[in-house]
């Protein structure tokens, strides 16, 4: 399931502001910017993280990517609750992400939901459901909460996720 960040979406960089009003920018002042963070950058930073075994959660606008001692490493994007897996047992797995000024698309495969500190993903493929117990849904949860405080009310409210764990 592929999504566009949008215009209207909040934009990537952290500023809080939508995209159309931060980054989006074109001729000199988007020259004069510094370069904006890649979210493939990060994948494989996290990715690298995974096939060292070392665990680590970081975010890049409404992105949270993490990894774990076991070698997984995932992308979620909070605002639709959307997931991919980018590496798994230490190995990268082939993630499809069109990047470009505008828009960033990438082909989700998973939802997710943090309740009762698990960590549950849904297939888009096929309906079947997982909980990984194992997940750092502590650290995932404070870098939600980090992220919602940046996006409109009405836009965190439609998350599924009980941030009051994080607390």
Known sequence: MAKKIGR???CFCDSGKKFKKCCL?????????????????????????????????????????F???????WLL?????DAIQVAQDGKKLAVEIEENPETI?????????IKNKK????????????TREDYPTHAILAM????CRRIPPEL????????????
């Open 77 to 81: 994007e909070v605002t639709d609750m």
């Open 25 to 65: 920018g074109t001729g000199a002042s988007a020259q004069a910017r510094p370069a904006l963070p890649s979210i493939k950058t990060e994948v494989a930073k996290i990715q690298a993280n995974a096939g060292a075994g070392k665990a680590g959660v970081l975010t890049l606008g409404v992105f949270v990517l």
């Open 8 to 10: 209207n979406d909040p």
């Open 156 to 167: 965190a409210g439609a998350l599924h996720l009980d941030t009051s764990e994080a607390e």
């Open 105 to 113: 698309e990438i082909n989700w495969t998973h939802k997710f939901e």
């Open 144 to 147: 939600v909460k980090k992220i």
């Open 67 to 73: 990894s774990t001692p076991s070698g997984d490493a």
């Open 119 to 130: 960590f549950s993903l849904t297939s888009y493929k096929d309906n079947s459901e997982e």
